[in-house]
């Protein structure tokens, strides 16, 4: 059970939501005044110290019926801090209350009422076709935030029952209400609408969040390189808006021929939409890269794929693909191909020399940029030699955007070069290494990066000794 | 930091003059200039982007948004950047080959290919 964290008493759920208990309870004075409640009802100006400000605002709908000695009563048992706003019938509530929920909680034209008690009225006087709970379904849809108690008369039980039944947080009946009663159970009302509430919004936010969890699963998948000897350091980190989900994506595969597949990209822009796209192009190069593309042709397929699923047409996405051919005997120099569709290129580390960053001259736009049909958009293919220790990092463009101090410096590539030789120097490696970077990059920028951030380390393996 | 935004008209060319940092929070104004500029009528636009301390791929966007817009109406965006850092941006994502980009505003007003 998710704590509420607003002070309610643990036994208060016994009677949360029950009509059938809250129907026994008018009726039994001396049961309800044992209900806890978190706060003292101060009879009659208690509490002279903190009764300044109206803490306690109660909008009062009167039926028809000499009612005004229990109200009255009412406003003198809530104390010197409650307000009570008396009006006739529910057209007159309504205008008190703000057009559209929540409204009267921003601009001080509305006072904000903690709570609604609408008095139903006698049930012999429905107009016909009418459950007599109109005006109350009315009331819960301008003010859904408000607890809502009602009253009815003795003959009305039923109602009631079918009032708390629509959602409200209680009834009482008239008859067998005096001030102090009805003051205890509006405060207990309002308690348990706060209750309500703050679990609602605790599960609309868990539903969010395994919303963007599922979508980021979907976007940073489990590396398929069962066999390759490779050692495979990924990691992400969302912007500084976490709600808003970035669209940087990454994989890997190993195809049956030894080669391993590496891509990491960016789809441009923020938002459910840029990372659903992300999530499309991902599962698409994985796909074309199972039925053997590579290259250029994977490239093209993929820029068409983006042109159809893309929601504008200024949306395009950057991208970095390594594919690393089978390795020969131990030892041997390891080789690659690189290709670049306008997406920073990776850096080359070795295990002692500084880090370099791989040409891109031959780079290609972006994805979505350039139509493929003109041969406007071509992606050549950079051919990599790996001398034995290599390491290659890829990452996208949020992680050398982060500012340098104040005003508008970066960090840039050069800055991350630097940055990595440093991390390298001390000695770090693999996971450390890029959680390390990561760190004083997030620091160098003076918090969360603004971009989110998706960091690949690929390396291979030490090959196993083998004792004869 | 805030972006800021003024136009004026050069001949048959309208020039936007964009300051700051165009990024996921401030693109949405240029995007809007842009596209108000080309719903009334404007086809032949010039961004001026020296005063322009930082660009991101949200930014990026916009600018080829933009330029799609005018081609629509057979019009042009051109860009004057002397800012390498700027300059390199466009070069890492291929949009050197999308957008004329000149040296100054005047270079820009006088091209016509």
Known sequence: MPATGDGRAPDA?????????????????????????????PAGGGEPARAAATDFRVLVIEGDGPEHRLFESLAEELGGHAELHRVDGIRAALALLPPTPGAGRRGARYPDFQCVLLDLGAPGELPPGSDGLDALRELLQRAPHTAVVVLTDTAGTGLGAAAVAAGAQDFLVRQDTDGPLLARALRYAVERKRADESQRRLVEAEIRGQENARLQRHLLPTPLLDGAGLSFTRRYRPGRRRALLGGDFYDAVRTKDGRVHVVIGDVCGHGPDEAALGVALRIAWRALVFAGLSGQHLLTTLQHVLEYERRSDEIFATLCMVVLDAPGEQGTPESAELFLAGHPAPLL???????????????????????????????????????????????????????????????????????????????????????????????????????????????????????? | ??????????????????????????????????????????????????????????????????????????????????????????????????????????????ATD
């Open chain 1, 13 to 41: 759920t016994d009677h949360a939501g029950s009509a059938e208990r809250s129907q026994s309870r008018p009726g039994t004075p001396q049961r309800a005044a044992a209900i806890p409640h978190p706060r003292s009802t």
């Open chain 2, 1 to 110: 930091m805030d972006l800021s935004l003024s136009t004026r008209t050069v001949g048959d060319r309208t020039v936007v003059e964009v300051g700051g940092e165009i990024d996921v929070y401030t693109a949405p104004k240029l995007r809007e200039q842009l596209v108000e500029l080309v719903n009334d009528g404007n086809y032949h636009l010039v961004v001026d982007m020296e005063g322009v301390d930082f660009l991101d791929s949200t930014g990026l966007g916009v600018l080829v948004g933009g330029l799609k817009r005018v081609r629509a109406h057979e019009g042009s965006l051109r860009l004057v950047c002397n800012q390498e850092r700027i300059l390199k941006i466009f070069r890492i994502t291929g949009l050197t080959k999308v957008f004329p980009i000149h040296n100054s505003v005047d270079d820009a007003v006088a």
């Open chain 1, 349 to 468: 580390l070795g295990p002692d020399a500084v880090p370099m960053l791989l040409p891109s001259e031959q780079a290609g736009p972006a994805l979505g940029l350039l139509p493929c049909d003109a041969a406007q958009a071509t992606w050549p293919a950079l051919r990599l030699g790996l001398a034995t220790g290599w390491r290659l990092l890829l990452y996208t463009d949020g992680l050398v955007e982060g500012k340098v101090g104040a005003g508008s410096p970066r960090l840039g590539q050069e800055g991350l070069i630097e940055l990595i030789a440093d991390h390298q120097a001390a000695g770090l490696t693999r996971g450390r290494l890029v959680d390390s970077a990561i760190a004083e990059v997030e620091e160098l920028n003076g918090g969360a990066l603004t971009d989110d951030v998706a960091v690949l380390l690929l390396e291979r393996n030490p090959a196993p000794v083998i004792m004869g």
